[in-house]
Nanobody, 125 residues
Framework: QVQLAESGGGLVQAGGSLRLSCAAS????????MGWFRQAPGREREFVAA???????PRYADSVQGRFTISIYNAKNTELQMNSLKPEDTAVYYC???????????????????WGQGTQVTVSS
């Protein structure tokens, strides 16, 4: 059984930084992608960033481009470095992974079959 476990969330002031980590157990990935989504209260889950195991450039949501950096390694780990955080970044952040290969990096939650339990990120103004 594949499990994803996130860590690193917390409370930070606007302009600060946080690093989220996620580790998969139960399998390693040789194909597909691994990344992050987030969900704020009353809103739908939205794509943040992801990267493919086969290489190539990561994909970022426009709202985090230039502030967040994703890395994936060891065929089962991902980290999300979040800088210049804003109050609107406040959400529960979820690690997600898919073993399926698509033409590009999918931003649709339904295309990711593995999910972590989520970690809260709160940015105060």
């Amino acid at each position: 059984q594949v499990q994803l476990a996130e860590s690193g969330g917390g409370l930070v002031q606007a302009g600060g930084s946080l690093r989220l980590s996620c580790a998969a157990s139960g399998r390693t990935f040789s194909s597909g992608a691994m990344g992050w989504f987030r969900q704020a209260p009353g809103r739908e889950r939205e794509f943040v960033a992801a990267s493919r195991w086969s290489g190539g450039s990561p994909r970022y949501a426009d709202s985090v481009q230039g502030r967040f950096t994703i890395s994936i390694y060891n065929a089962k780990n991902t980290e999300l470095q979040m800088n210049s955080l804003k109050p609107e970044d406040t959400a529960v952040y979820y690690c997600a992974a898919t073993s399926a290969s698509y033409a590009g990096i999918s931003t649709w939650p339904t295309t990711y079959e593995y999910w972590g339990q989520g970690t809260q990120v709160t940015v105060s103004s």
